[in-house]
């Protein structure tokens, strides 16, 4: 898992089980199925297959963070606050300029919300997010996900 000091709240290694296992239902769009290796978790996501191609059986890193900012969008320690708007505000440009955060390590990156935690049995949580319309669920034990809130803005951020 992420440090504290990390805007990263989960990151994990997933192998691909399988693919449009319902039938694809959009021509740009898939949904994987996939577990991660060192949490056991269960991922659905749906994703843009010309952006982000991937097969049964490969393997991704994904990661889960409130923001792309690098050291975790602490305040500074000034107090003025109207810089920090500034500085996350810049965070990143699709013109290239302002500052580089986390998209700069991986090669797909989706905004979105938490919107929905469901409590399975004792120890097992599922979170439930939106990015524009393709839908995150990310299954397992509750300590591994005790960083993602509802409600709160998330960046989905995948590397093969």
Known sequence: M??????IVFDDIFTTDAIDK???KFD???RLYARSKNYDMDLTLDYNIELFPLVNGDSFAMALASSLSRDGGAPNTDGEDGEDKDKDRDAWRPDGKGRRGLEEDYDYVMYGKVYKFDTGSSDIVTAYASFGGLLLSITGSYRHLTNVV?????YVLLRK
């Open 150 to 154: 509802l409600g709160d803005p998330v």
């Open 22 to 24: 319902d039938g694809k």
């Open 2 to 7: 992420a440090s504290t000091s990390s805007s």
């Open 28 to 30: 740009r769009v898939s």
